[in-house]
């Protein structure tokens, strides 16, 4: 495919995303059915869909619509390129630009266009991210790093380093975890290479590995994850020598996959039914790694940006209470209950473990930690509560 013909594709796909469609679904979907398409061309095409969506408002403001079209003129605009040698309308190219769009006014854009921030969520978030507002928001523009969680069950950062650089993977220790490496070359090959098949790595955002690493399980303790979708935290805590590990969630079928994973990394952890996690109650650690806006995670879920509404945002909110009152029964005495979310939004996190520790008699808030893309990784909040306790710590 020629460069034209990708951005003709791709705004066909942004049509369809833009009615409703899931942006990986369309993607597949468009894959599968594009014979005509090789690998170099379905990443381009991806990439492409994905940045779009990344700067959905600004490209629609370059472009002058808010179809799969303007998207893409306004990506090239932005990317200083000259629409008139893609828009062509000669073979899979687009057609050449109409008098109007010939005519949008590329003048500066309001801050919340040009960073990309839905009207109704700027006050919130600006509130939420105070200073570090503007260059977060700008940081959610980009595509997001690849991550890996060196398997201490397995191999330490180093030993895993020179087997990614075996299976031909550039790889740099990153700072905000001991257990988190970058994939810096070829991370695309990760799949096929010997280090994750042999369970050495794990995808892993590095955020979500400094979480991990602030979660306190005393030597042959027990640990809940009790939202433990496709169990990432729960990998992460079972490869610490002497815990062990449940995992739950209210959908079996996200953990579906759990099984094979913990299998790789040669560590065990005992899935648990939907509603049965008190089975094995109490434990030393609950971790409630809750359903949210995902507002952290924009730069790899960017149709989540512009899905989520705010008749949404107070459902997961009140969902988020309801899963901390199920699972604060289940921590044993001394033990902790773990709060966390892929959220930037105040009202999902610090404001929701201090609503839980006013209507909970006893409880309350050991620690906090807050990452942003600013630290590197996702944005991610944790509240470390406890029936008791000795104060506060922000970091
Ligand atoms: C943010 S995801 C978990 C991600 C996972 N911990 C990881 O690190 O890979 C939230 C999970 O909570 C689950 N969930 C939603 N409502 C729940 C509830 N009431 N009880 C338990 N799990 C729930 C969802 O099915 C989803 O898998």
Not at 105 to 127: H, I, K, Q, S, Y
Not at 348 to 370: D, K, Y
Request: proline share 6%; with cysteine; charged share 25%.
């Amino acid at each position: 495919m020629t460069p034209a013909a990708r951005i003709a594709a791709a705004a066909e796909l942004l049509d369809a995303i833009l009615a409703g469609a899931p942006a990986e679904q369309i993607l597949t979907r468009w894959a599968r059915a594009s014979r005509f398409a090789g690998s170099k061309d379905r990443l381009a095409v991806r990439d492409l869909v994905f940045e779009a969506l990344r700067r959905r408002r600004s490209c629609a403001a370059l472009g002058g619509t808010e179809t799969g079209r303007g998207l893409m003129l306004g990506l090239v605009r932005a990317r200083g390129e000259d629409p008139d040698t893609l828009f062509t309308g000669s073979g899979h190219a687009p057609a050449p630009l109409t008098g109007a769009e010939r005519a949008v006014a590329a003048g500066d854009l309001p801050e919340e266009v040009a960073l990309d921030v839905p009207d109704w969520l700027a006050p919130r978030l600006r509130a939420s991210l105070g200073a570090d507002f503007a260059a977060v928001m700008a940081l959610l523009r980009d595509r997001a790093p690849v991550f890996v969680r060196v398997n201490l069950a397995k191999a330490d950062r180093a030993a895993a380093q020179a087997a990614l650089a075996e299976d031909g993977i550039a790889a740099r220790p990153h700072p905000l975890s001991p257990t988190a490496l970058e994939l810096t070359e070829n991370a695309r090959k990760l799949h096929l290479g010997r280090a994750y098949r042999d369970g050495l790595v794990e995808v892993q955002d590095a955020a979500s590995q400094a979480v991990c690493d602030h979660l306190p399980v005393p030597a042959a303790g027990t640990a809940l994850d009790y939202c433990a979708g496709g169990g990432g935290k729960a990998l992460a805590l079972a490869a610490r020598p002497g815990v062990r590990v449940f995992a739950h969630d209210a959908e079996a079928q996200r953990m579906r996959d759990l099984p094979a994973r913990a299998g790789r990394s040669g560590v065990r952890i005992d899935c648990l039914a939907p509603g049965a996690a008190g089975q094995a109650a109490p434990y030393d650690l609950v971790l409630c790694d809750a359903p949210c806006s995902g507002s952290g995670a924009w730069r790899r879920s960017p149709d989540g940006k512009w899905r989520l509404t705010e008749a949404r945002l107070a459902e997961l909110v009140r969902i988020q209470a309801t899963i901390l009152d199920a699972a604060a029964p289940l921590v044993a005495p001394g033990g902790v209950l773990a709060y966390a979310t892929c959220s930037l939004l105040d009202e999902e996190n610090a404001a929701q473990a201090t609503r839980f520790c006013a209507r909970s008699a006893g409880w309350q808030c050991r620690a906090e930690h807050r990452f942003t893309p600013l630290d590197g990784g996702d944005g991610f909040y944790l509240a470390l509560l406890e029936r008791s306790g000795t104060g506060l710590t922000r970091a």
